[in-house]
């Protein structure tokens, strides 16, 4: 490695180092409680049920699946009820 290649390398690694604190700061917000219950977001929801974004709008659409909006406008689901909505579709 030269002094040349050191900013290129200085980039990709703080990259790096902002992702992992994006996703440190994720699952921080994921340990919010309600109700003593553990928050769930729309992107938590897509990984766990293995289906896309349009197809959870569609859970809460038919209402299917309870959720919860706060004052910025996002979307969150009690870990709880989402475990009761995946019994009753057999995922669990």
Same mark, same amino acid.
């Given at each position: 490695?030269?002094?040349?290649?050191?900013?290129?390398?200085?980039?990709?690694?703080?990259?790096?180092?902002?992702?992992?604190?994006?996703?440190?700061?994720?699952?921080? /917000?994921? #340990? !919010?409680?309600?109700?003593?219950?553990?928050?769930?977001?729309?992107?938590?929801?897509?990984?766990?049920?293995? &289906?896309?974004k349009r197809t959870v709008?569609?859970? /809460?659409? #038919? !209402?299917?699946?309870?959720?919860?909006?706060?004052?910025?406008?996002?979307?969150?689901?009690?870990?709880?009820? &989402?475990?009761?909505?995946?019994?009753?579709?057999?995922?669990?």
């Amino acid at each position: 490695m030269t002094n040349k290649d050191l900013p290129e390398w200085m980039k990709i690694i703080i990259e790096r180092f902002d992702k992992i604190d994006k996703t440190l700061e994720r699952m921080n /917000r994921v #340990k !919010k409680c309600f109700d003593g219950d553990i928050l769930l977001d729309n992107h938590d929801m897509c990984q766990l049920l293995g &289906v896309t974004k349009r197809t959870v709008a569609r859970y /809460r659409q #038919k !209402k299917l699946l309870p959720y919860y909006t706060y004052d910025n406008g996002r979307v969150y689901y009690k870990a709880s009820e &989402v475990e009761q909505f995946m019994i009753k579709k057999g995922k669990l």
